[in-house]
């Protein structure tokens, strides 16, 4: 069986090819109980065909043998599309296990093409369909922007894997990302009492924290006068830290938190150590910032 994670060397023989009503049943029904299956309906006469389909065969190569394709001239071919009640095409099939799984119809943009071979390729009738590459593959979406598209493939995740710590913080941070916190919370809020204990949930929970700060977050540039004009009005100084966090300056905001923390370790609370921790908890353990904030509290602590 093709797995999610096998390296881009199929050939592309192998992965796109052109059916007809004789080899629809070993090319398609067949073929799709080893890895799924893209059928992609199309006719010469289809202006939006001839768009969708050079995508849709750009993304199944990149895939690298996680998905097949295969092309289905309904001109040629009328009785398959009669008995798959092909109404309109362009029209894109994902048969799985011997059967038609998922689809759609008409010409969609690249990013929701990309989002469909992803989801189609965790649903592999064998094995554990490579859901670690998938993770992967979601979190490369979340790192460069495409939050919905990363969080339809880390649900579709989920839809194989319940209990995928991984994948339900990564809906979870990227639904954040989206701008849809109380989505997010809900989500957060749906987890089992053993899953919410999960270092993956416990980050997804501080950084939905740090977003709801965000939101309130003041101007930036107002913060920091207030701080340069009394750096002990230590209000100022927590205000500016979750502003600078918001703004994306991390790494400035843990500054901010430890200044604080050297002041007064007990203000409000002992808040500074409190906000560093939960920046702490939304970052990776082996982040740099991380790793020298723990360090430079660690030295104040023990002093």
Known sequence: MLELGQGNDAPAGDLIKDASEATFMADVVEASKEVPVIVDFWAPWCGPCKTLGPALEAEVK?????????????????????????????????????QPVDGFQGAVPAS???????????LGPEGDGGLADAIEAAE?????????????TFAAILEEDAESA?????????????????TAEATLNGATAEMSKTAELEAAHAQLELAKQAAKAGPLDDLRAAVEANPDDHQARFDLAT???????????????????R????????????????????LKADDPIVLNGRRKLSSMIFV
Not at 86 to 91: D, F, G, K, M, V
Not at 166 to 182: C, K, M, N, S
Not at 243 to 261: C, I, P, Y
């Open 62 to 98: 990149a895939a690298g043998g996680k998905v097949k394709m295969v092309k289905v001239n309904i001109d040629e071919n009328q009785q398959i599309a009669a008995q798959l009640r092909i109404q309109s095409i362009p029209t894109v099939y994902a048969f799985v296990d011997g």
């Open 140 to 152: 490369t979406m979340l790192a460069e922007g495409e939050a919905s598209d990363a969080a339809e």
């Open 263 to 282: 002041r007064d370790r007990e203000w409000n609370g002992g808040a500074a150590k409190a906000q560093l921790f939960t920046i702490f908890d939304a």
């Open 243 to 261: 502003a600078m966090h918001a703004a994306g300056d991390t790494e400035g905001a843990v500054n901010e938190l430890l200044e604080l923390f």
């Open 166 to 182: 991984a994948a339900f913080g990564g809906l979870v941070r990227a639904q954040i990302a989206a701008g849809d916190l109380e």
């Open 112 to 122: 929701e093409i990309k989002a469909f071979i992803e989801k189609v390729s965790l």
